[in-house]
Nanobody, 123 residues
């Protein structure tokens, strides 16, 4: 079993930056495909960034060029650097891990989830 714990959320002004981190327990982190999802008020959970076990990355159009996902397999950590934040980025952000990379954005394809960390961007 893998437990994921996110940190780094908070309140930031529009145009600012935040760095989210997710630490994983267990010994299989290096083989997991990792993703960051977010869920805004009244919205569905959406995949915004993902990184495969080999380090390939993919981003939603809404964050491309502003957010960067990275991983450190020695520290069992995946991070999300967020810059040029906008009020519409306000959401609860979730770290997720998948034992099998399907290419799908469906949350059901991820096996492990963190508890979420809230990001609020003020205008």
């Amino acid at each position: 079993q893998v437990q994921l714990v996110e940190s780094g959320g908070g309140l930031v002004q529009a145009g600012g930056s935040l760095r989210l981190s997710c630490v994983a327990s267990g010994s299989i982190f290096s083989i997991l495909s990792m993703g960051w999802y977010r869920q805004g008020a009244g919205k569905e959970r959406e995949l915004i960034a993902r990184i495969t076990s080999g380090g390939a990355t993919d981003y939603a159009d809404s964050v491309k060029g502003r957010f960067t996902i990275s991983r450190d397999n020695y520290k069992n950590t995946v991070s999300l650097q967020m810059t040029s934040l906008k009020p519409e980025d306000s959401a609860v952000y979730y770290c997720a891990g998948a034992t099998y990379y399907s290419g799908s954005t469906n949350p059901d394809t991820y096996d492990f989830w963190g508890q979420g960390t809230r990001v609020t961007v003020s205008s």
